[in-house]
């Protein structure tokens, strides 16, 4: 089976860096991705590490440690749209399957 | 506009009811997915689809039933709705590919009254 495990909330600035932590449990891994959600919107995909190390997409990192069963997401200068909730996601290589964490809810202020 | 595509976005119904949600993919995905989202934003899988085949069946309520009729489509029925059922249900597609991410429709906010 899997289970992914993330803290809640957190609250930054406006230009702050916001690292988000994963750690999983999986038979069959076969990935780790991020998704963003606004309010109200759907999830949509933000990264995916496949292989140990950082990812950089503009403002976005998201590293992976497979021995650890860890990844994080790492928001650089943060914006007012990245107020959302951050999700990791592990996929099942077994049946394809993507399973999300809780969510971590960032919340950007002025 | 390639996308994912739901109908309706919003769903009012009384107990009892049945109901069905519609998903299009237009990105020529060859798996598409139901998940169900809480009130407190979890996000879980009830059913996955490739190429029209069942691959995945969640620990979900026989009241619900998924049908393909084709690869770009996946809707759900849901029999004797019930207030539990209330939530935000999302279709999603994909490649299988690990690397490729989930593409979601803009969701099915359900409400049981």
């Known amino acids: 089976g899997q289970s992914l495990e993330q803290p809640s909330e957190v609250t930054a600035v406006e230009g702050a860096i916001v690292q988000i932590n994963c750690t999983y449990q999986t038979s069959g891994f076969y990935g780790l991705s991020w998704y963003q959600q606004h309010d109200g919107g759907a999830p949509t995909f933000l990264s995916y590490?496949?292989?140990?190390g950082l990812e950089e997409t503009g403002r976005f990192s998201s590293f992976l440690s497979r021995s650890d069963s860890y990844g994080y997401l790492l928001l650089q200068e943060l914006q007012m749209k990245d107020s959302a909730s951050y999700f990791c996601a592990v996929r099942d290589k077994g049946n394809n399957r993507l399973a999300f964490g809780k969510g971590n809810q960032v919340v950007v202020i002025p | 506009d390639t996308a994912v595509s739901q109908t309706p976005k919003y769903l009012v119904t009384q107990m009892g009811n049945d109901k069905s949600i519609k998903c299009e993919q237009n990105?020529?995905?060859?798996?598409m997915y139901w998940y169900k989202q809480d009130s407190k934003k979890f996000l879980k899988i009830m059913f996955s689809y490739n190429n029209k085949e069942l691959i995945i069946n969640e620990t979900v309520p026989n009241r619900f039933s998924p049908k393909s009729p084709d690869k770009a489509h996946l809707n759900l029925h849901i029999n004797s709705l019930e207030l539990g059922d209330s939530a935000v249900y999302f279709c999603?597609?994909?490649?299988?590919?690990?690397?490729?991410?989930?593409?979601f429709g803009s969701g099915t906010r359900l409400t049981v009254v």
């Open positions: 990105l020529g995905h060859d798996t």
């Open positions: 999603a597609s994909s490649q299988p590919q690990g690397s490729s991410g989930y593409t």
């Open positions: 590490n496949g292989l140990d």
